[in-house]
């Protein structure tokens, strides 16, 4: 059975770090590319980075990059995303995806999300 399990999530004050994990079972894990998304309360669904199975050229959001980075390590079957510099604004519940195809195009899988806020 395929499954993605966020973690790391929780509360951080304005200029903190967290790093998040996205832990891989039942499928191979090296043909897959794996996405973050995150869902803000009243806000739609956006796409945060991506990082293909090969694990060259990882894309972000222009309103993470240079603060967050993706990362595989394929003998842990997980995937990081590495966030420092945190505002309020990136206050939401972030969720990892799986993309069978390997190149960030669409998503076949999805966890059940890991909360990060962002407050003082």
């Known amino acids: 059975q395929l499954q993605l399990v966020e973690s790391g999530g929780g509360l951080v004050q304005p200029g903190g770090s967290l790093r998040l994990s996205c832990a891989a079972s039942g499928f191979t894990f090296d043909d897959f590319a794996i996405g973050w998304f995150r869902q803000a309360p009243g806000k739609e669904r956006e796409g945060v980075s991506c990082?293909?199975?090969?694990?060259?050229?990882?894309n972000y959001a222009d309103s993470v990059k240079g603060r967050f980075t993706i990362s595989r390590d394929s003998a842990k079957n997980t995937v990081y995303l590495q966030m420092h510099s945190l505002k309020p604004e990136d206050t939401a519940v972030y969720y990892c995806?799986?993309?069978?195809?390997?190149?960030?195009?669409?998503?076949?899988?999805w966890g059940q999300g890991t909360q990060v806020t962002v407050s003082s």
């Open positions: 990082i293909s199975s090969s694990g060259g050229s990882p």
């Open positions: 995806a799986a993309d069978s195809l390997g190149y960030c195009l669409g998503y076949d899988y």
